[in-house]
């Protein structure tokens, strides 16, 4: 495996040469917007060359249509480097090889220890595990302290439960008395993460999204809208 570069209208471009037993030349670019050139063992390097720099056109259009996919596309990988938020801090991600499973914060990093460093499917698995872990704690401090502050409203206790979810923030059943929070809230700071709580707090006692509702949500948070606003916008990756 080595890497080089060619030029194209002036741009220096990077690839990954691999030797193998192949017959044909071939390259592909990755989503990550890398580019692998795989040769045979035998090939020499002008031939390789010649190949790469008779496809800069193609690799240039196709590395911009990667990169325009990129832009539009949550992060959803869990790799060292990546930037992560937690509580509403940003972190950075380490993943280091050990033979027993492992994730600490450290200072402005995540780190994340694992056998299996690099099978990124295992790694992502491992850190939602993890968040998720950390989410019910959290969550449950804050649900009691929600339920103290709103309790005058003569509402019970809910249960509640960390879900994974896509487009919701929160969920309410009133006929359970329990309420689903999503795990994604564990990225932002504990002011958002009480934002929802007290939302769903509020379907405890009115279940549409009514005047009143709103009125009831303001007493005890008053901020709501511009908080909610801090949560839409600040903590979307897709993990
Ligand atoms: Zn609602």
């Known amino acids: 495996m080595s890497r080089h570069t060619f030029y194209y209208m002036g741009i220096p471009v990077e690839y990954l040469l691999i030797r193998k037993r192949i017959k044909n030349i071939n390259l592909r670019i990755s989503e990550r917007e890398e580019i692998t050139v795989s040769a045979p063992v035998s090939m020499p390097i002008d031939s390789i060359t010649d190949f790469v720099e008779d496809k800069a056109e193609w690799i240039i259009r196709n590395l911009a249509v990667v990169e325009r996919y990129n832009q539009n596309k949550p992060d959803v990988d869990v790799y060292s480097g990546k930037k992560a938020y937690f509580l509403g801090n940003e972190y950075e991600i380490r993943v280091f090889k050990k033979n027993i499973k492992s994730i600490s914060v ?127 916008t600040q903590y979307k990756d897709g993990i």
């Open 106 to 232: 450290n200072g402005d990093y995540i780190d994340i220890f694992s056998p299996y460093k690099e099978k990124s499917g295992d790694i992502k698995r491992q850190y939602l595990l993890w968040l998720k872990k950390q989410a019910e704690i959290m969550f449950e401090g804050l649900v009691k302290n929600a339920y103290v502050m709103m309790k005058n409203e003569g509402i019970n206790m809910p249960d509640f439960v960390v879900k994974n979810m896509k487009t919701r923030w929160g969920s309410c059943n009133m006929r359970d008395c329990r309420i689903t929070l999503n795990l994604q809230l564990i990225k932002a700071d504990k002011e958002c993460i009480m934002q929802v709580i007290c939302h769903e707090f509020t379907h405890l006692c009115i279940p549409n999204h009514s005047h009143k509702f709103y009125i009831l949500l303001e007493k005890y948070i008053p901020q709501w809208k511009s908080i909610k606003k801090r949560l839409d």
